[in-house]
């Protein structure tokens, strides 16, 4: 079965610190995406980072990037330089290519400490 | 280029009683899938449309159905409801299977089950 794990499930960081967030998924498919989702206390979803299982360079969006170990079926956040507006429930979640469903972990709440 | 629409935002509902959300994709997607979120499950997802076929479904029971209209606009419903059904039901939209992978999430319809 694939599943998503997200074994913290609340953290806080002070402004400017960095942080990171833990993943680890469960598949015997190849082919798939890795994503993080922020989901801000107004509700939307929105992608903040997405790996290609097939690309070895870990994906990075400015202050986020991911530290992605394929045979290890680890996929971390690192935010680094926190900012009020990193506030938010954030999601790992995993989707084989030819499929559009997505699975998702529990979520980590992360809190950033003025 | 605007978003994912989801209506009604919030509604209240009585335990028996059937409801039935929308959802517009953004222009072009022809995908759309449909997420349950609770506080105690997470994100479970409920079914995925794409050209009005319904191409994948979670394990839900059957009052949970959904349909897609030809201009990608989809509804899901629920009838029979029951307390547990209580939660925000995501709608989620994207290009076709295996493009960028990337799903784009609505707002949300938060449905309240007294």
């Given amino acids: ?114 | 280029k605007a978003g994912v629409t989801q209506t009604p935002r919030y509604l209240i509902k009585t335990r028996g009683q059937q409801v039935t959300l929308s959802c517009s994709p953004i222009s072009g997607h022809r995908s759309v899938s449909w997420y349950q979120q609770t506080p105690g499950q997470g994100l479970q997802f409920l079914f995925e449309y794409f050209s009005e076929t319904q191409r994948n479904k979670g394990n839900f029971p059957g009052r949970f159905s959904g349909r897609q209209f030809s201009n990608s606009r989809s509804e899901m419903n629920v009838s029979t409801l029951e307390l547990g059904d209580s939660a925000l039901y995501l709608c989620a939209s994207s290009l076709q299977t295996g493009r960028t992978g990337e799903l784009f999430f609505g707002e949300g319809s938060r449905l309240t089950v007294l």
Wanted: a positive charge.
């Fill in chain 1, 1 to 114: 079965a694939q599943t998503v794990t997200q074994s913290q499930p609340e953290m806080s960081v002070q402004e400017a610190e960095t942080v990171t967030l833990s993943c680890t998924y469960d598949t015997s498919e190849s082919d798939y995406y890795l994503f993080w989702y922020k989901q801000p206390p107004s509700r939307q979803m929105i992608l903040v980072i997405r790996q290609e299982a097939y690309k070895q360079q870990n994906a990075t969006e400015n202050r986020f990037s991911v530290n992605f170990q394929k045979a290890a079926k680890s996929f971390s956040l690192k935010i680094s330089d926190s900012q009020l507006g990193d506030a938010a429930m954030y999601f790992c979640a995993y989707r084989v290519r030819r499929d559009d469903k997505i699975i998702f972990g529990k979520g980590t709440r992360l809190h950033i400490l003025p």
